[in-house]
């Protein structure tokens, strides 16, 4: 089976600007979630989604959204980019089912670069 | 606050030396714990994970962790470290029943030297 997936892998953009980055996770999972990872950080949650509804929701502010395709494909959208949303951003996908006991498999990341 | 701790933030041992790695963790209730590794250059990949039953699991590459309720601590070992070992480990958990939200440690950066 092929793994997740991310795109771009790098990305630098001006502060002001907005970024959409890309999730396409393992066929038949039907969870994604993203995730910051900082140096300073460590491994931040953003959001997750299952089929195509955002079940949970991290501590960032409304800059940040996603959503999800039929396809359980995700796009996560930065808007109104600051400097310290420099990061590597990373996608996991999980969930055959709905159940919460899942492994979550992630994916290279995108790292963006914000000027 | 609800956290999840690492407290070895930088480990340096040499090859064949024996391996232990903290996590504690503060939530209450039922919880899922995972120990996830990023080696240089690569993506995160689980070394194991524990869901129920037996405290003492096994994961890739020789690790195991035992989950010990009493202490909240999910401490990740290995009895001989290789150079290979050399990467930054995570302690991740998540809630039974409120979603698949990770709460990842700060991460333990582990060198090992040949």
Redesign the interface.
């Known amino acids: 089976k092929a793994g997740v997936t991310q795109t771009p892998r790098y990305l630098i953009k001006t502060r002001g600007q907005q970024v959409t980055l890309s999730c396409s996770p393992i066929s038949g999972h039907r ?1 994604v ?1 993203w ?1 910051q990872q900082t140096p300073g950080q ?4 953003l959001f ?1 989604y ?1 089929s195509e509804t955002q ?2 929701k ?1 501590n960032f502010p409304g800059r940040f959204s996603g959503r999800q395709f039929s396809n359980s494909r995700s796009e996560m959208n930065v808007s109104t980019l600051e400097l310290g949303d420099s990061a590597l951003y ?1 996608c ?1 996908s ?2 055959t089912s709905d159940t ?10 995108t790292r963006l670069l914000v000027l | 606050a609800q956290s999840v701790s690492q407290h070895n933030h930088h480990v340096i041992l040499s090859e064949a030396a024996s391996l232990e790695l903290g996590c504690n963790y503060s939530y209450g209730g039922t919880v899922n714990l995972f120990w996830y590794v990023q080696y240089p250059g690569q993506h995160l990949q689980l070394l194991l994970k524990y869901f129920s039953g037996d405290p003492l699991v096994k994961g890739i590459k020789g690790f195991e962790a035992e989950f010990i309720k009493s202490k909240f601590s999910f401490n990740l070992r290995k009895p001989s470290v290789q150079w290979s070992d050399t990467a930054e480990y995570f302690c991740a958990v998540t809630r039974t029943f409120t979603g698949n939200q990770f709460y990842f440690g700060t991460g333990t950066s582990l060198t090992v030297i040949p």
């Open positions: 969870s979630s995730y460590g491994l931040q949650f997750e299952f079940r949970n991290g990373l996991a999980s969930g919460f006991q899942e492994t979550q498999y992630f994916g290279p990341g």
